[in-house]
């Protein structure tokens, strides 16, 4: 069963170049390019080969280098984005944290700060301050 099986599979991959036909390609008289198992009447056709590509060749020294920069380059290309992609996440963080403190500065009018003796209040003229303060900074690093 097995070997029915097998050489079946092996005339089948076999036979596609046995059955392949022949493609012709020729240019209309708009300039477009159409390709065909039947060539056209009246105008020259090229015939194309449609047999299997050969294999590439092994590559020389030059063209190994040339992979093994073109491979750093990727590397090095993964790891600036990777770079872009974290300072955006804390750019998107900050912007955050900024748009909570505008929000509470705007809603609260009875804000308190931490400082070296404790906790104290701001008064009108510090909250309107420091709302303008955020949201210049919410205008400079946030879309």
């Not at 039947?38 to 063209?63: D, F, H, V």
Request: neutral net charge; charged residues 25%; aromatic residues 2%.
């Amino acid at each position: 069963m097995r070997l029915t099986i097998l050489a079946g599979g092996l005339l089948l991959a076999l036979s596609s170049n046995i059955m392949a036909g022949q493609v012709y390609k020729w240019v209309d008289a708009e300039g477009v390019t159409h390709f065909g198992a039947q060539p056209p009447q009246g105008r020259p056709a090229e015939t194309l080969n449609t047999a299997i590509a050969p294999p590439k060749p092994a590559m020389t020294e030059s063209a190994a280098s040339q992979q093994s920069g073109e491979s750093e380059q990727r590397d090095i290309d993964r790891k600036v984005k990777q770079q872009v992609a974290e300072q955006e996440a804390e750019r998107q963080q900050y912007c955050t944290t900024l748009r909570t403190n505008l929000a509470q500065l705007q809603n609260n009018p009875r804000v308190r700060v931490e400082e070296e003796g404790g906790n104290r209040r701001l008064n009108e003229e510090e909250r309107q301050a420091r709302i303008g303060e955020t949201k210049q900074k919410i205008a400079d690093n946030c879309n």
